[in-house]
């Protein structure tokens, strides 16, 4: 990792960090501002598919599906962003399938890893464990806003304390001629 | 490739290069556990987890996909798998595109010769390192070591050449999901990863999207890869697999001490020559497996029989050993030799100027392991 | 594994990185002993013939079956890219069907009250239930009108797919079907535009350009560029026919 892509990394993770304490903070008035941030992610997404295709997909045979998914993304983004609200609903589903899936594969790591005997099984059953229950959660207080922002706190948090000590590890590969 | 040819088939290159029944045994064996060495055995064993010369798909499913994820996929499987042809090829595109194109794997490069030349006078583990690397440039061609659908996807044009009343014909291959099903090779339904519109996706990651197709020896397809413009490729897995052993024998002579120099586009053909028909016969019979081809055919050569590939052969006496004798262990030695290939692979690619495979520094330019800090060179 | 046939233990007293005695290269009975090999008999570069990548003539199925003359690469391409834009034809289609859904639903709006304001308060007072059922019908109704062009533009896309393989032999329509629809979807963009003064335009385009405007812009891209490349397919094949050339197309 270059010392751009650390200093990225670590001022990324501050602003998440500080982020899922703000949104934590008053849980009301976050739902609105999570839903923006999904609606804007879905634009983000549309212009880095653009970027994508316009910098590498266009050399790739069918690259021009790109292109047109591009599209759709941003079309998608500001669909997004021009709704009134987005029901508590869609907020609760997407983040029950995003914790649902994550789960399922912690759960199929942690059966490799006792098929081999090796010891990660335990942080894997955990995480999962963690995540099936989260899902579940989700589902079961569907309802509930304050969950529902906790949640997604949590999430933000998590991915950039993660980002964080990233921008610490040395990743260098040493070549011992 | 797989076991037939990595153990079974690596033997027999091994035992006409001159090796003996048990050095051939030792080098088959590594060359097959570079398929089995993952982060998850590794931490079984509590064994160095940098070794890994691989990673099982659920650790590839559990991977993130961020920037340093990629440069350790990267370099586990360009190092093992998906060794780089020409890390200088000429190319069109923006910088990301031409450093994923220059990862695409192919026989006879630069990185070859330097593979076989590092594992000179070395264990017999590295020597066993070394020949899975060799077999798989041929198996893995055309695709690469680094999750990229601009290079490693695939599309529906895919045909498997057949031959119909001696004429040959296209029989177009479907790529499915269903792991149970499995490879139909009557109806040509495969099992291949889904297709992922993200470049990054761990299902763009070398051959997954032609599902097992490079690794059956019997093959022969016509497909367009994603970076060949509309070009078309014909691989032909009977006459590379033989090439892939022909070269396996000639650069083993080299690494007995029986030749001097280890030159690409050079095989062995006239060590190879009173086998040839044998081993063409196992290599076109259409099988997804030829293990028990290749096991007779290396018993028959040597006289002795050699036992099936086992994975725990040797992690008791690895535990076992003290902190010391560890490195003397055959493991010991494996991962040794591992991250000797893995570091010189991604110093190579590092210093083409391509960042795919993270950064690496020399030993050499600095005074010690302590003075490292995360630079360029 | 049978211990007589276990892989070799490396003796501990040998340093890592050094060959063991016991496993240093066998010693070869002196009549197979390595001799100087010939040049002309040494492991040497490789007869044409034989060259990676070729297959060895004995195994030959014949010419090499790939398909790579300039005229049948270029044919895959424009076949590849109007199965492709086929496809963008139809997806804009359903995204415009499913934007409309998610539109009307999540925003909640009262078709009646925005159609008919004079009807909707007898309405309501037929009761909550008699109103909802109303208001789903009108909704209903709508979503038919708006997507009136959904099964031309799926016609269009399965047609291009089918022309593209070669698996049947396909009309001129769906090309036609495709430029119209295209023309259509511009004239209603530039419409927009009548009562801006023609010096105006350029500034009110930029100002005023709305996000539907992009995708039905990009819709009528999507149409233009599969005619595009329906006609060049056709002259393509017509020339490739002549020659017997026509290259496989998945």
Known sequence: MTRINRIENFLIGLLMIAGSIALAINPEESLPVITAIMSVSLWIYGIRMMVYYLTMARHMVGGLRVLFRAILMLDLGYFAMGLTEIPLLYVMLYLAVMHGISGVINMLRVREAIRLEAPSWRLNFFQGAVDVVTAALCLIMIRSTKLAVYIYAAGVLYSGCIRVIQAFRKTTSVYVQ | ?377 | MPTENAPREVPTENAPGEVPAENAPREVPTENAPREVPAENAPGEMPAENAPGEMPAENAPGEMPTENAPGQIQYRRCARNVIISGGAVIMFGLWGLLKSVFYYSLNRIDLVNLLAPELSESLRGQGAQVYRIVNTILFFMFLLIVNLGLPIRIYIGRSAAADARGVKKKSVIYIVLSALIGILLVAGFIRSFDAVPISDIPEEVIRGMSPSDVINLTSAASCFVLTWYAIRLRIMRRELDKEGRRPYVA
């Not at chain 2, 090829?89 to 695409?104: E, N």
């Not at chain 2, 119909?164 to 291959?173: E, L, M, Q």
């Not at chain 2, 991962?335 to 020399?362: C, E, H, P, W, Y």
């Open chain 2, 1 to 377: 490739m797989q076991e037939d040819f990595h153990y079974y088939a690596t033997y027999c290159a091994a035992y006409i290069a001159g090796f003996s029944h048990e050095e051939s045994l030792a080098i088959c064996y590594s060359a097959q556990f570079v398929d089995n060495c993952s982060e998850t055995l590794l931490e079984k064993i509590r064994a160095p987890r940098d070794a890994a010369t691989t990673q099982l798909q659920l650790e590839l499913m559990d991977a993130r996909t961020d920037l340093l994820a990629r440069h350790a996929i990267t370099r586990i499987w360009s190092s093992f798998h998906f060794l780089p042809r020409d890390l200088f090829a000429p190319v069109k595109g923006g910088k990301m595109y031409c450093s994923k194109y220059r990862l695409i794997c192919g026989p006879n490069g630069d990185l070859l010769k330097e593979t076989v030349e590092l594992a000179r006078g070395k264990s017999l583990q590295a020597v066993g390192i070394a020949m899975h690397v060799l077999a798989d440039t041929w198996a893995h061609m055309y695709f690469a070591g680094t999750p990229s659908l601009v290079i490693n996807n695939i599309d529906a044009h895919f045909f498997e050449m057949r031959e119909a009343d001696g004429v040959p014909v296209r029989r177009k291959i479907r790529f499915h999901r269903n792991i149970a099903a499995g490879d139909d090779l009557e109806t040509g339904a495969m099992i291949g990863t889904p297709a992922q519109m993200d470049e990054n996706s761990v299902f763009n990651l070398g051959h997954g999207r032609a599902g097992h197709l490079p690794d059956y020896s019997f093959a022969r397809y016509v497909y367009m890869p994603a970076w060949n413009g509309y070009q078309e490729v014909f691989k032909d897995n009977p006459s590379d697999y033989y090439h892939a052993f022909c070269q396996m024998v000639y650069a083993l002579r080299f690494l007995r001490g029986e030749l001097k120099e280890f030159r690409t586009e050079t095989y062995d053909f006239e060590r190879v020559q009173p086998y040839e028909e044998e081993i063409r016969t196992i290599l076109n019979r259409r099988q997804p497996n030829a293990c028990a081809d290749w096991k007779a055919f290396g018993e028959k050569l040597s006289g002795e029989t050699i036992g099936a590939f086992d994975i725990e052969a040797y992690q008791k006496e690895y535990k076992e050993a003290g902190e010391e004798e560890k490195p003397r262990t055959a493991p010991g030695m494996f991962f040794d030799a591992a991250r000797a290939q893995k570091s010189m692979v991604t110093d190579r690619i590092f210093s083409s100027g391509n960042l795919l495979a993270g950064l690496s520094i020399r030993i050499g330019d600095i005074g010690s392991l302590k003075d490292l800090r995360g630079k360029k060179k």
